[in-house]
């Protein structure tokens, strides 16, 4: 069974920082790109970040440029996104998704394993 688990959700205080982890058990991320994924309340889901099967390539939102750091790490099968300097604008519940390498960067639509998505909330 293919599942993504994600953890280090909770609560931050306007400015602070926050990494959250992403865990693949089931599958081997190596064949596959994977990115974080945002839902606010009452919004869309948008994507925040991706990184290719190789790591090589990386894509952000314009609201997560100079702010958020995607990497992942391949021998240990998990992917990471740090974000610092974080305002209440950031709150919403995050998941982690991957889909099979190929040309684009993480679609929404070619999203194939998503994880549980942890609550990441930004306030004082």
């Known amino acids: 069974q293919l599942q993504l688990v994600e953890s280090g959700g909770g609560l931050v205080q306007p400015g602070g920082s926050l990494r959250l982890s992403c865990a693949a058990s089931g599958f081997t991320l190596d064949y596959y790109n994977i990115g974080w994924v945002r839902q606010a309340t009452g919004k869309e889901r948008e994507g925040v970040s991706c990184i290719s099967s190789s790591g090589g390539s990386t894509t952000y939102a314009d609201s997560a440029k100079g702010r958020f750091t995607i990497s992942r790490d391949n021998a240990k099968n998990t992917l990471y996104l740090q974000m610092n300097s974080l305002t209440p604008v950031y709150t919403a519940v995050y998941y982690c998704?991957?889909?099979?390498?190929?040309?684009?960067?993480?679609?929404?639509?070619?999203?194939?394993?998503w994880g549980q998505g942890p609550l990441v909330t930004v306030s004082s």
């Open positions: 998704a991957a889909h099979r390498a190929r040309g684009s960067l993480c679609p929404i639509r070619y999203l194939e394993v």
